[in-house]
């Protein structure tokens, strides 16, 4: 056990002596990564449940045999060792004073794959969906589909035994593994799986016998204790080993040792590979969204749906609905899905092979809601597209949740008690009692098929969150018991649930656990306190929010008020007044936002996290870095807060794409984060030459196109280039900046002055100096639609800035008077109604983002609301019938289209989508990508350089390689088309300059 001391990190139980010995032996002997410093334990402290546990070190096996190695050295150094993949566990499975050992970065592979017999064989380390991106083009897949499969590990799903959306229909894990092949604590290998395949060795043989004699002594308790429902994952799975011949996770009634394994939470053996069983993909599906006036309806009426066969009926709540509705990401799908104000929906699949019989069984879901007296309640959704959006909403359901601002958030112990499903609705409702008679209120979600919620009652755990959490668990497992349930149905015991395996199985059964544990592992070395000899779910000292937690003071420079939002859990009103008006409140409360559940950790489609796409290191994650900075500012890295090298360091590749303040469904906004950390090291320390020259860019470009024969001169002198860039920092295979002209020096205001129509052209330093043509093909197409077209230069001034360049290297100050000499001139202009319109995104939008955070107030929301990208602006027009624009085709039929990451962190990338399709016969294609790796000066700086062409080469550079000679390329980012130069020697152009080129 660890305790927190006050500030300071959590101490181990190991000697440190031991420790160091550990970390040096561990050096040597093994290939991959060697973690031992605080920040990086800290960062493996955390899974997604309430508990916080720091590591004695981490390690990150490169292949098989430094997962042998790692083993052999902690039982010799006898330090507990920990297996983890995604650290997605809800009940603290994944935290230990132990040694970690991540198999997600490089144990990651398929070995095996027979599409005859439907078996593969993969590593522990293997991403669930990464495997089923794998299988489909072979018509396969395997079917436990988790809500975190964008994530979870297939080790860490064995570990668990998860179970997914449709395991009515496909089973959980433990039905869907063959076989696992394991390292025992005694440093052995091992093969479990059918009796008849298991290896001569008298190890193995010997286990297998003993594991049936205890189970074949325990039959009685067995038959009386094992829970009688589909979801249970207490304890070990004893009941393999059925002599009734009622065995349930083999349908051919095989005993099969692997199944022992499964949930066993790594306490039993390390993965080394994991077999599974695959199942068909089937054909077609359909969604039929069930609107329910009323929660207990949609529970009552659950029992009477499933008769209907479907593969999946899962439970969307009111307060779920609400919070998807305020998500930016959500709002349009989850929109689609309502009928009015439903108090609940339950989302019902139907699938197979025949598209016309699964509509005609969401005909049947209509008149059974019409017999149930709920006619006209049922939304169908037949197109692939919409099903998969409101199923990632679901899927999202979690982090939903936890997108709820203050201290007291849905806390996760009773989340998945399982009951029959025709006691579900009383359940829920005397739960629902339970939780008003403690002053809270429950989340609700998941899976109302097998009868397993996910509910979650709001709680303060920094106050008496952990006195009512013991409370409300005693009562609802009296509930749980009355109803013949299992108090752990899915997401396993870990720390959350252990001390309740012997409630739930009893003590003869919760001895033959110890038993079986001593016989794989007599010194308990594989993650101690798991399922037996556990502490209590509410012992402080494994909490991540201790009673001596206490953040240390700090001064934001931005506005973070808002995010310190006390609510009361019943009624939702605000408990504390005035505190979310506080300027330099909030922002420990926005940093502690991340839940851990790691959707970050994604590679499927968006932006987030572009740094640990390029590089699978947590330090370089969203959930890496704010638990980094939640670690600094509560002074569990020492005295310096923000500004110290780990904080630093953890934010290094952070390329600020904002793809969190999108994608993140519990809104952690790592960019903005960045500017608080990158201030705060400023304070403190002098500001390097060559961030010094980025951030004053906007200040002596007018001068620096005087240079550029100068500049070009330098170019042609390979030498004497590489020589310069050295000096400033920069790569060697990046070009030198060049200044070509001066738009706005030669622009005027244009168009008659009786136009009614007027626009405001804000032309941004690159755009402005670097490739002014942009700002005249955007000036052209502007006065071709009609408009008076205003620039952003007030008489004898320079021109005006968004200060974006100063946020980088932490000179808030001075970004805050760019913005205050913005707002002074643009806010006339708006009080008129003339929209002010950009064409860099990063520039213009941080007019809708970082301005509001300045403490300008309403000044700054009004020019939010007035500022457009320049298709946005185009696209507004057009849809209020104002636009005149005669477009002819081009000579080029097909458009490949990438967006910049803060278009897409602001929904803005479809309006360019759509004015690109105005242009006849021209066919888009929009590149699937995350951020470029140009992002700004990142992709110049020379120690960023590699990074920045891994992130490009993820999906974008390739992608560039292969359109054809004669396709546009089209991106509005000035850094995107840089990295395009540079990396695919192609030009990608503006979209004001495509649409230039069109005008008749």
Same mark, same amino acid.
């Given at each position: 056990?660890? +305790?927190?001391?006050?500030?300071?990190?959590?101490?181990?139980?190991?000697?440190?002596?031991?420790?160091?010995?550990?970390?040096?032996?561990?050096?040597?002997?093994?290939?991959?990564?060697?973690?031992?410093?605080?920040?990086?334990?800290?960062?493996?402290?955390?899974?997604?449940?309430?508990?916080?546990?720091?590591?004695?070190?981490?390690?990150?096996?490169?292949?098989?045999?430094?997962?042998?190695?790692?083993?052999?050295?902690?039982?010799?150094?006898?330090?507990?060792?920990?297996?983890?993949?995604?650290?997605?566990?809800?009940?603290?499975?994944?935290?230990?004073?132990?040694?970690?050992?991540?198999? +997600?970065?490089?144990?990651?592979?398929?070995?095996?794959?027979?599409?005859?017999?439907?078996?593969?064989?993969?590593?522990?380390?293997?991403?669930?969906?990464?495997?089923?991106?794998?299988? @489909?083009?072979?018509?396969?897949?395997?079917?436990?589909?988790? +809500?975190?499969?964008?994530?979870?590990?297939?080790?860490?799903?064995?570990?668990?035994?998860?179970?997914?959306?449709?395991?009515?229909?496909?089973?959980?894990?433990?039905?869907?593994?063959?076989?696992?092949?394991?390292?025992?604590?005694?440093?052995?290998?091992?093969?479990?799986?059918?009796?008849?395949?298991?290896?001569?060795?008298?190890?193995?043989?010997?286990?297998?016998?003993?594991?049936?004699?205890?189970?074949?002594?325990?039959?009685?308790?067995?038959?009386?204790?094992?829970?009688?429902?589909?979801?249970?994952?207490?304890?070990?799975?004893?009941?393999?080993?059925?002599?009734?011949?009622?065995? &349930?996770?083999?349908?051919?009634?095989?005993?099969?040792?692997?199944?022992?394994?499964?949930?066993?939470?790594?306490?039993?053996?390390?993965?080394?590979?994991?077999?599974?069983?695959?199942?068909?993909?089937?054909?077609?599906?359909?969604?039929?969204?069930?609107?329910?006036?009323?929660?207990?309806?949609?529970?009552?009426?659950?029992?009477?749906?499933?008769?209907?066969?479907?593969?999946?009926?899962?439970?969307?709540?009111?307060?779920?609905?609400?919070?998807?509705?305020?998500?930016?990401?959500?709002?349009?799908?989850?929109?689609?899905?309502?009928?009015?104000?439903?108090?609940?929906?339950?989302?019902?699949?139907?699938?197979?092979?025949?598209?016309?019989?699964?509509?005609?069984?969401?005909?049947?879901?209509?008149?059974?809601?019409?017999? $149930?007296?709920?006619?006209?309640?049922?939304?169908?959704?037949?197109?692939?597209?919409?099903?998969?959006?409101?199923?990632?909403?679901?899927?999202?359901?979690? #982090?939903?949740?936890?997108?709820?601002?203050?201290?007291?958030?849905?806390?996760?112990?009773?989340? =998945?008690?399982?009951?029959?499903?025709?006691?579900?609705?009383?359940?829920?409702?005397?739960?629902?009692?339970?939780?008003?008679?403690?002053?809270?209120?429950?989340?609700?979600?998941?899976?109302?098929?097998?009868?397993?919620?996910?509910?979650?009652?709001?709680?303060?755990?920094?106050?008496?969150?952990?006195?009512?959490?013991?409370?409300?668990?005693?009562?609802?497992?009296?509930?749980?018991?009355?109803?013949?349930?299992?108090?752990?149905?899915?997401?396993? =015991?870990?720390?959350?649930?252990?001390?309740?395996?012997?409630?739930?199985?009893?003590?003869?059964?919760?001895?033959?656990?110890?038993?079986?544990?001593?016989?794989?592992?007599?010194? #308990?070395?594989?993650?101690?306190?798991?399922?037996?000899?556990?502490?209590?779910?509410?012992?402080?000292?494994?909490?991540?929010?201790?009673?001596?937690?206490?953040?240390?003071?700090?001064? &934001?420079?931005?506005?973070?008020?808002?995010?310190?939002?006390?609510?009361? &859990?019943?009624?939702?009103?605000?408990?504390?007044?005035?505190?979310?008006?506080?300027?330099?409140?909030?922002?420990?409360?926005?940093?502690?936002?991340? #839940?851990?559940?790691?959707?970050?950790?994604?590679?499927?489609?968006?932006?987030?996290?572009?740094?640990?796409?390029?590089?699978?290191?947590?330090?370089?994650?969203?959930?890496?870095?704010?638990?980094?900075?939640?670690?600094?500012?509560?002074?569990?890295?020492?005295?310096?807060?923000?500004?110290?090298?780990?904080?630093?360091?953890?934010?290094?590749?952070?390329? +600020?794409?904002?793809?969190? @303040?999108?994608?993140?469904?519990?809104?952690?906004?790592?960019?903005?984060?960045?500017?608080?950390?990158?201030?705060?090291?400023?304070?403190?320390?002098?500001?390097?030459?060559?961030?010094?020259?980025?951030?004053?860019?906007?200040?002596?470009? &007018?001068?620096?196109?005087? $240079?550029?024969?100068?500049?070009?001169?330098?170019?042609?002198?390979?030498?004497?280039?590489?020589?310069?860039?050295?000096?400033?920092?920069?790569?060697?295979?990046?070009?030198?900046?060049?200044?070509?002209?001066?738009?706005?020096?030669?622009?005027?205001?244009?168009?008659?002055?009786?136009?009614?129509?007027?626009?405001?052209?804000?032309?941004?330093?690159?755009? #402005?100096?670097?490739?002014?043509?942009?700002?005249?093909?955007?000036?052209?197409?502007?006065?071709?639609?009609?408009?008076?077209?205003?620039?952003?230069?007030?008489?004898?001034?320079?021109?005006?800035?968004?200060?974006?360049?100063?946020?980088?290297?932490?000179?808030?100050?001075?970004?805050?008077?760019?913005?205050?000499?913005?707002?002074?001139?643009?806010?006339?202009?708006?009080?008129?109604?003339?929209?002010?319109?950009?064409?860099?995104?990063?520039?213009?939008?941080?007019?809708?983002?970082?301005?509001?955070?300045?403490?300008?107030?309403?000044?700054?929301?009004?020019?939010?609301?007035?500022?457009?990208?320049?298709?946005?602006?185009?696209?507004?027009?057009?849809?209020?019938?104002?636009?005149?624009?005669?477009?002819?085709?081009?000579?080029?039929?097909?458009?490949?289209?990438?967006?910049?990451?803060?278009?897409?962190?602001?929904?803005?990338?479809?309006?360019?989508?759509?004015?690109?399709?105005?242009?006849?016969?021209?066919?888009?294609?929009?590149?699937?990508?995350?951020?470029?790796?140009?992002?700004?000066?990142?992709?110049?700086?020379?120690?960023?350089?590699?990074?920045?062409?891994?992130?490009?080469?993820?999906?974008?550079?390739?992608?560039?390689?292969?359109?054809?000679?004669?396709?546009?390329?089209?991106?509005?980012?000035?850094?995107?088309?840089?990295?395009?130069? =540079?990396?695919?020697?192609?030009?990608?152009?503006?979209?004001?300059?495509?649409?230039?080129?069109?005008?008749?």
């Amino acid at each position: 056990m660890t +305790s927190l001391s006050g500030s300071g990190l959590q101490t181990s139980k190991v000697p440190a002596a031991r420790v160091t010995e550990l970390a040096a032996r561990l050096q040597r002997e093994i290939a991959g990564e060697v973690l031992f410093d605080a920040a990086s334990r800290g960062r493996y402290s955390t899974d997604a449940s309430i508990y916080q546990v720091m590591p004695v070190g981490v390690v990150i096996p490169r292949h098989q045999h430094d997962l042998q190695v790692a083993l052999d050295i902690a039982r010799e150094a006898k330090v507990p060792l920990l297996a983890r993949g995604g650290g997605t566990s809800q009940c603290g499975q994944t935290v230990g004073d132990a040694l970690v050992v991540d198999t +997600s970065r490089w144990l990651n592979q398929v070995v095996e794959f027979d599409p005859e017999a439907r078996t593969v064989v993969v590593e522990p380390g293997m991403v669930l969906d990464d495997l089923n991106r794998w299988l @489909k083009p072979h018509g396969l897949w395997f079917p436990v589909d988790v +809500s975190t499969s964008a994530q979870c590990t297939i080790g860490g799903m064995a570990g668990n035994n998860s179970c997914g959306s449709r395991s009515i229909h496909y089973g959980n894990m433990v039905h869907n593994v063959l076989g696992i092949e394991a390292l025992l604590a005694d440093g052995s290998q091992g093969y479990f799986g059918f009796l008849h395949e298991l290896p001569a060795s008298e190890r193995m043989r010997e286990l297998a016998r003993q594991v049936q004699r205890i189970a074949e002594r325990e039959q009685p308790n067995i038959q009386e204790h094992f829970p009688k429902v589909l979801r249970r994952v207490g304890g070990y799975n004893l009941d393999l080993f059925d002599c009734q011949n009622q065995r &349930p996770y083999d349908p051919d009634g095989q005993v099969n040792l692997a199944h022992l394994l499964v949930g066993s939470e790594g306490t039993l053996g390390v993965t080394r590979r994991i077999k599974l069983r695959l199942s068909p993909l089937p054909r077609h599906k359909v969604l039929g969204v069930v609107n329910f006036p009323g929660f207990y309806q949609s529970m009552d009426m659950t029992q009477h749906i499933v008769k209907l066969d479907p593969t999946a009926v899962e439970l969307v709540d009111r307060t779920m609905i609400e919070l998807s509705l305020e998500n930016p990401a959500f709002r349009p799908v989850i929109e689609k899905a309502l009928i009015g104000q439903p108090d609940a929906l339950l989302l019902v699949e139907f699938a197979g092979e025949d598209a016309g019989e699964l509509r005609r069984q969401l005909d049947r879901l209509s008149e059974l809601m019409a017999d $149930l007296g709920l006619p006209g309640s049922v939304v169908c959704m037949i197109e692939g597209a919409e099903q998969t959006a409101l199923w990632n909403v679901r899927k999202a359901g979690l #982090n939903i949740m936890m997108s709820m601002k203050g201290d007291g958030k849905p806390v996760s112990f009773i989340e =998945d008690c399982a009951v029959p499903l025709e006691h579900l609705a009383e359940y829920t409702a005397k739960l629902t009692e339970v939780f008003h008679k403690h002053g809270t209120e429950g989340t609700w979600y998941a899976h109302a098929s097998v009868g397993t919620l996910h509910v979650r009652p709001i709680l303060d755990m920094r106050r008496d969150g952990s006195d009512k959490m013991r409370a409300i668990a005693e009562e609802a497992s009296e509930l749980v018991r009355a109803y013949k349930g299992a108090f752990s149905g899915e997401h396993g =015991d870990g720390i959350c649930r252990g001390e309740w395996v012997a409630w739930q199985f009893g003590p003869q059964l919760n001895a033959a656990f110890k038993e079986i544990k001593q016989l794989f592992d007599p010194d #308990n070395l594989l993650n101690p306190g798991k399922i037996v000899d556990t502490p209590r779910m509410d012992d402080h000292s494994y909490f991540r929010f201790p009673r001596t937690y206490q953040p240390i003071p700090v001064t &934001p420079v931005l506005d973070w008020s808002g995010w310190d939002v006390l609510r009361d &859990p019943l009624t939702g009103e605000q408990s504390a007044p005035g505190s979310a008006g506080d300027p330099t409140g909030g922002l420990i409360k926005a940093v502690e936002m991340c #839940n851990n559940n790691g959707h970050c950790r994604k590679f499927d489609a968006g932006t987030m996290c572009p740094s640990y796409r390029a590089t699978r290191d947590e330090q370089h994650l969203t959930r890496g870095r704010a638990n980094t900075l939640r670690l600094a500012l509560s002074g569990q890295l020492g005295s310096e807060g923000l500004a110290s090298e780990d904080v630093k360091a953890a934010l290094d590749l952070c390329v +600020s794409c904002k793809g969190c @303040k999108r994608e993140c469904p519990t809104g952690v906004d790592m960019a903005k984060m960045k500017i608080e950390a990158r201030a705060a090291w400023a304070s403190k320390h002098a500001i390097p030459l060559r961030e010094r020259l980025i951030a004053e860019m906007p200040r002596y470009a &007018p001068y620096a196109r005087h $240079l550029a024969s100068a500049v070009a001169a330098v170019e042609r002198v390979p030498l004497l280039s590489r020589w310069v860039k050295r000096r400033l920092g920069l790569a060697d295979q990046r070009a030198l900046p060049s200044f070509v002209g001066n738009f706005l020096a030669e622009a005027s205001d244009t168009g008659s002055a009786t136009q009614t129509r007027e626009v405001l052209l804000f032309v941004d330093t690159f755009n #402005n100096y670097m490739e002014p043509e942009n700002a005249r093909a955007a000036r052209r197409v502007l006065e071709a639609a009609g408009y008076r077209v205003h620039f952003n230069q007030a008489p004898g001034q320079r021109p005006l800035c968004c200060g974006r360049t100063y946020l980088a290297s932490g000179q808030v100050g001075k970004a805050k008077a760019e913005a205050k000499r913005a707002l002074e001139h643009l806010l006339p202009f708006v009080e008129r109604g003339v929209a002010i319109v950009g064409l860099e995104p990063s520039c213009l939008l941080t007019m809708r983002d970082e301005f509001l955070r300045y403490g300008y107030g309403e000044k700054a929301v009004v020019l939010s609301k007035a500022s457009f990208l320049f298709e946005e602006f185009l696209l507004r027009e057009h849809q209020a019938g104002h636009l005149r624009l005669d477009l002819k085709p081009l000579a080029e039929t097909r458009a490949l289209l990438h967006g910049h990451c803060h278009q897409k962190a602001f929904d803005a990338l479809r309006p360019v989508e759509q004015v690109l399709r105005w242009i006849p016969k021209l066919e888009v294609r929009t590149v699937e990508t995350s951020c470029c790796g140009m992002a700004g000066s990142f992709g110049y700086e020379r120690e960023h350089y590699e990074a920045s062409m891994q992130m490009g080469e993820l999906a974008l550079l390739p992608a560039v390689r292969k359109a054809e000679a004669d396709d546009l390329v089209v991106a509005d980012g000035t850094s995107c088309r840089h990295q395009i130069h =540079d990396g695919a020697q192609r030009t990608a152009l503006h979209v004001a300059r495509v649409l230039e080129r069109a005008l008749a």
